[in-house]
Nanobody
Framework: QVQLVESGGGLVQAGDSLRLSCVAS????????MGWFRQAPGKEREFVAA??????DTHYADSVKGRFTISRDNAKIYLQMNSLKSEDTAVYFC???????????????WGQGTQVTVSS
């Protein structure tokens, strides 16, 4: 089992920045890839970004490329979010899985989520 705990969400204004963190514990060696997904009210949970276990490889959704940066320090990952827009408002979930992909079903473990609200 792997436990994931997110932090760093909050209420910001459009154009502001925010950094999310996620700490993994447990059998993290079985799920080396970590990523972020988000879910807005009434919408499906969607991929945001993912990072390999080494941190060398990353993958981003087109909607956040150039604004968000995912990084990693061992079992802790971060999501630096710049130039936030109202459409970035969602609950952000940390996830862990075996391969670097945007496909939700490949992620085996999930955190509880942290709310990000961007006011326009």
């Amino acid at each position: 089992q792997v436990q994931l705990v997110e932090s760093g969400g909050g209420l910001v204004q459009a154009g502001d920045s925010l950094r999310l963190s996620c700490v993994a514990s447990g059998r993290t060696s079985t799920t080396p890839v970590m990523g972020w997904f988000r879910q807005a009210p009434g919408k499906e949970r969607e991929f945001v970004a993912a990072i390999s276990d080494s941190g060398r490889d990353t993958h981003y959704a087109d909607s956040v490329k150039g604004r968000f940066t995912i990084s990693r320090d061992n079992a802790k990952i971060y999501l630096q979010m710049n130039s936030l827009k109202s459409e970035d408002t969602a609950v952000y979930f940390c996830a862990a899985g075996p391969i670097l992909t945007y496909v939700k079903r490949w992620y085996d473990f999930w955190g509880q989520g942290t709310q990000v609200t961007v006011s326009s």
